[in-house]
């Protein structure tokens, strides 16, 4: 067995596997290319290469923590098992229907995401509950046992089982498994009930058949993983990543694999939110912006939000309701696509759009000179003077700044009469304007106001974009940590054993049963506490109770937050209390004299989160003189300003350096607007705040 | 200091922006499931000359052209010298407003420093507004429910309690309406708050600058794609089942340089029932065909959606006066774009789809405790609405799409929820085979659905379906698609439109319409024909019959569905 105090995390993303490794000595990182045949190669490889930097044998890891994109990308691309969904008779085509709207109302060639699974593997039985779990038509085991048979003959190497209302009764879909157990020992079975007990039958089939689609492959890939670690001689147990922000056991992850979607988004909220506790930050916008897309999320107490649904996979333009619908406990983001690559073009209004279509690395944008004539967004950065041609990753991509001025000229200069900066000017406040909208509805969907709230930036273009970000969005501070780069398998490494247990079970307060409700709450418990003990059998457990709380007659819940004493003894004057101070904080008023009601019930049990130390601030101290000087547009002054230019590693603790200035770092360079000074902290990050010469 | 373009390139990105989160806290905090779950809305930003400068993208067409004019009644009506910060203005008016008494329009005046800045409205579809309920039996509006001319919600913050109180005493969910009415209100103050933010940061003191960069680039860039097309004109029309008799729709489009002109002349007269349409709702509805064929990326505002001029005679059945009864304008007006584009197939060949289902296949459910014979204990009353669709019509070069609403943006409502809302039963929501009409694409196939009551209840069903006797028509040789069906499980037959009885027990049986087809089914790719099959989108007899697959190439297909191999 490895020593517990050398911890390894592990992300592997479309591109890049990075690989971090923790020891008492310090931390060491790499990037290697992500093995698409067999992830766990590039996996190994990065194992031996920080083992080999920081002189440790591979036997000496005690602990490792894995996140992954494979789930998403098999559900992007299509790549899963054979796979059937079993259901309610009357109720097949569930997953094909939707919500039966279109997403995009003025495309008459506008066409729906395929299902994930063909009409003719969506097989029925008869059988039916009604909405409180009360069997109306009971089910028939010799039905099911054929249905089993045809399912052997036709092959299937998974099965979805989505029944109506399992998640108030799921007896009928328990002797589904049973059955098909007996009949076909080697196929693999997934139940809503079990993977997603929420009523809405579109969103819970949707979530289990993503499962049941993906379960074979992940569970092979964790398999051989487990193996191949065993042969390099790291010994030690492997946790995996989860969309909500927690870490679960490699047998919980091979048997609920729809669970790691979105895994390493919710590290780098996980990331932000370990810097936010060690500077104390009671109120936290985090901003990840890397080639294609930019993601958003908002950080209280330390604590990502957390949602019950997402959409995964959109097909249209990143357009919500393109996708499919998840439910499960996921860190709640939003996502645009609008990255380093994106391109832009005019539209009929004469308009700068920029995104969704991203030039990617071939042929990249304008600028890496190969090929590529579109401006992206890096091709306006570089034309403001926000990049350094010659400096660019660290040097190893020379930029051609004639090429980003000409596709910036010809492609938006041109149709609207304006120069090479001026577009690029314009482009960059596009994006930037982009991604402020969309933090702003976020903040106003959960009845914030980001005024309050301070900005954590990592990933590749985040540092470039932040500062004008903070400007529009009227926040004061924006931290950018070291490591930004590997940032969300540094989150693997903070992130506690979690498990959220949720169920829907409809109970109006006028109608409160508070022994069903301690029952439910003790069960669920029960249920996520148990998932939290499989990986650690000592460790402290904390509770946290939820529910999910609307006016009758509404259609949105909002969460409430129930401590262990009341939910231990529940009672209806209390949860009102609770839900209208919630209601009033995000839309202003309570209704008076209207009831209220319960749809969903949740217990996420959790390890305490680390101790970490918090960093002694320091406050401004020597001003340092930039050792050079540049050309630097910026936007909030409408012009071009003389900037200085600093190298981020000679900067020391205390430094403070003035705006308009760029710091430069091989990954990537944070633009300090001229608003704007900037500090380095002892931990390394750098802390832009108001107020610049 | 004059903003720069690219200042009013954000700025404009931020009025769209503003009208979004308008219309999602409208949906967050509605009560109307009408609301709530299939987005039956509408919100916007208008200037100080009633123009509608952005409208959220959230929401359905109907409302679109309606909504936009709607704020210029509320100048006139309210006079815009007596408006102060704090008022909010209301009606259900079917002509000032969205076309029948179920939309609710709140308008708030938008104040800046002391100053009238602009307005924001909003509209939202609500379950019941008294009256006979939701449906389409009425014989004039006085009887679809009650009615809230022009007038103050509130008065410089303080809302008229004696308004309060006639709506709640004249409705039957009086909480839920009120409830949607405070909903209205906060949503519009959420976007005033915005607005005021993005005029403090541009120090903007008016819109003029603004509204004048986004209606004329909208009005250009309109104006450009209408001078592209070739002039014109041609003809259109569509018969549909109407309620007392058939009703035809009839339309003749010119396309002129700068505007293009729909006038509904020859349209049969007015319904003795509520289907009859306000003129503003055929003008939505029309509007929105045109910009989907013409401009689809243009946003709605006054000037991108002047251009597109609609007529019609009066009390024909598309222009209703008052008091026509209106409450089901939504039948009739869904079936506007197909008749539109009846005519514009004419002059745009290949770019517009072949008819669909057209309107929605909504009903309204009143359920109570059995009259035959003792009722259980726990049996209740309860309304339960619900929204469907049946299948869009083929489109040039793709299979219309499956049970989606078109041109409808709502939708609709998961079984499980209608479940827990009320002692109904669905016991069937699933497509319906062979009901896309035939073609190289086909139509999007209907649904069938099937409706009872728990245990120990009777109800009624107010229908309000289309297309039993008018099935959609197919384009260059497509097939019609299948028609409505509706009948009790025991073979009685029921009307589709009206309410009806359903005694203990009972089962309606439903069979919403497919779209139809495009192009001769002969020239449909042999490859979607077998998917088609081995999904069972179409029955054997149907490959068959309209496509011409013989019997071995059926059984190799149905084989292959059992032994699970690849169909290519």
Redesign the interface.
Known sequence: MGDPSVRLGVDIGGTFTDVVLETPQGQVSTKVLTTYAAPEDAIIEGIARVCRRAGVAPGAIGQIIHGTTLATNALIERRGA?TALITT??????I??R????FE????????PEPLL???SRLTLRE?M??RGEV?VPLDRDEVAALAA?IG????GSVAVGL??S?ANPAHERMVRDVLAEALPGVMVSLSSEVSPQ????ERFNTVVANAYIKPLMKSYLGRLAGRLREEGVDCPVFLMHSGGGIISLESAAEFPVRLVESGPAGGAVFAADIAARYGLEKVLSFDMGGTTAKICLIRGGVPKTARVFEVARTYRFKKGSGMPISIPVIDMVEIGAGGGSLAHV??????RVGPESAGSEPGPACYGRGGTRPAVTDADLTLGRLDPETFAGGSIPLDAAAARRALETMLGEP?G?DAR?AA??LA??VD??MA?AA??HA??NGEDLAEYTMIAFGGAAPLHAGRLCEKLGIDRLLVPPGAGVGSAIGFLRAPFSFEANRSV?MRLSDFDPDRVKALFAELGEEARGFVRSCDADADILSEYKAYMR?T????EIPVDLSAEQAGAPDAATCKARFEAEYAAL???V?D??DIEITVWAVNATTPPQAVARVAEEPDGTTVAPPRTRALFDPAL?ETVEAGIHARDTLAPGDTLDGPAAIVEDETTIIVPASRRALRQPDGCIDVKEGGA | MTP???QY??M???LV?VV??QA??L???????SV??A?DLSAGVYDLQGRMLAQA?TGT?GHVNAMAESVGHFMRRIGVETMAEGDVYITNDPWEGTGHLHDITVVTPSFRGGALVGFFACTAHIVDIGGRGFGADANSVYEEGLYIPIMRFADRGAVDETLVRIIRGNVR?P??LV?DI?ALA?CN??GHR?LVDMMDEFGLETLDGIAAFILD??RR?TV??IAALPNGSADGAMTIDGYSAPVTLKVRLDIADDHILADFAGTSGLDRKGINVPLVYTKAYACYAL???I?????NNAASLEPFRVVAEENSIVHALHPAPVALRHVIGHMIPDTVYAALDTLLPA???AEGAGSLCNFQVSLRPRTDAPAPADAVRSEVLT???GGSGA?P??DG??????PS????M????T??VGPI?I?????RPDSGGAGAHRGGLG??M?VAA?EGHEFDISAMFDRVDHPARGRQGGRPGAPTTIAQDDGTPMRGKGRQFVPHGRTVMLAFPGGAGYGEPGARDPALVRRDL????ITPEAAKREYGLDDAEIARVLDA????EEIE
């Not at chain 1, 009523?199 to 579109?202: P, Q």
């Not at chain 1, 007659?553 to 949105?556: E, N, R, T």
């Not at chain 2, 081995?534 to 989108?537: K, L, P, W």
């Open positions: 054979k008779e009357g109720f097949r085509d569930v094909e229907m919500t039966e709207s279109r109302q003025y495309d008459l060639n506008l066409r729906l063909p009409r003719q039916r009604n909405a109306l045809r003959r036709a092959g299937y109506l209302h998640y009523m809405r039958e579109y539209d009929a209004m004469r308009q700068i609207l304006m001026e000017f314009g406040e596009v304007e982009t909208n702003r509805v106003v969907e409809y006016y007659g509404q259609g949105w839309f202003g008023r209704v004299g209207m409408g | 720069t373009t690219v390139q954000v404009w990105n931020r922006s979004e989160e999602q806290a949906v967050r905090t509605a009560f109307s499931t709530r779950e987005g993208v067409p969910e909480d839920q409830g405070y906060t103050g959420i915005r680039n909208s860039a450009e794609r910009k989907c064929a401009a689809p990326e243009i946003p770019t517009v789809p929204f469907n669709s489109r070069a793709l799409m499956n049970a989606t609403a078109f943006g709502v939708m609709t998961p079984v499980e929820a479940e827990n039963l016991t069937r929501k699933e497509l649904q069938y099937q728990r081995a999904g069972g989108y569905v059992e032994t699970g």
